[in-house]
């Protein structure tokens, strides 16, 4: 158990609806990490928070969205689901972005 | 762009020893890192190159050429709940610190 929490563990939803995934980090930890992994692909960095502030994106969708919290937990929104969206979705946390990443169990999105 | 390539698939013997590679060409690098996934599972930390050489961590050991782009995840006594995908990842700093994973290394040990 990495300390790192998420919810929902699965989802299921329709196309072009919109979700909310949550995130809490482990104690201390003030970086959160979002990442989409889909089948047999690696996984693709979405975008990090670092205390409540957006510190890098990377391949994140315009429809898709995050925010961290004052207590540092973080959601990603995710908007006008596509098939294609269907994917495992990690959080990761660590205490700043030079420590060791620390993932969650992951939400397993299915879009319908 | 990152480019970090890895094999897709290995298979090794229990009790034996295997050798998963990773080679990456990337700016900004700030050291690599190797991570176990069990099917459908979270990812787990295995290990932490940033300078040359070998570290070793009980029956796992990763070693690091930063000349060369090439780093290497040594598995010895391999047992069977050693069946896993396995993930080099490498830091890049780039303003902030951001990891990029190859697709991994999928290994299967048979008895």
């Known amino acids: 158990d990495s300390g790192v929490t998420q919810t929902p563990k699965h989802l299921i939803t329709a196309t072009g609806q919109r979700v909310t995934l949550r995130c809490s980090p482990r104690?201390?930890?003030?970086?959160v990490y979002w990442y989409q992994q889909s089948l047999d692909q690696g996984l693709q960095f979405l975008i990090q928070y670092y205390n409540g502030e957006e510190r890098a994106k990377g391949n994140i969708l315009e429809r898709f969205s995050a925010q961290q919290f004052p207590d540092l937990h973080s959601e990603l929104n995710l908007s006008s689901l596509e098939l294609g969206d269907s994917a495992l979705y990690f959080c990761a946390s660590s205490v700043g972005d030079e420590d060791t990443q620390y993932f969650g169990p992951g939400t397993r999105l299915t879009v319908l | 762009g990152q480019n970090i390539d890895q094999p897709t698939e290995m298979t090794a013997t229990e009790g034996a020893i295997v050798q998963i590679n990773c080679t990456y060409q990337?700016?900004?690098?700030?050291?690599l890192f190797w991570y176990q996934q069990h099917a459908g599972e979270a990812p787990t930390f295995l290990s932490y190159n940033v300078l040359d050489g070998l570290e070793e961590k009980g029956r796992f050991s990763s070693f690091l050429s930063r000349s060369k782009g090439y780093s290497y995840l040594l598995l010895k006594e391999l047992q069977m709940k050693d069946s896993a995908s396995y993930l080099c990842?490498?830091?890049?700093?780039?303003?902030?610190?951001?990891?990029?994973f190859g697709t991994g290394t999928r290994l299967t040990v048979i008895p």
């Open positions: 104690s201390g930890d003030l970086s």
């Open positions: 990337t700016s900004g690098f700030n050291g």
């Open positions: 990842a490498v830091r890049v700093k780039t303003g902030a610190n951001n990891l990029f």
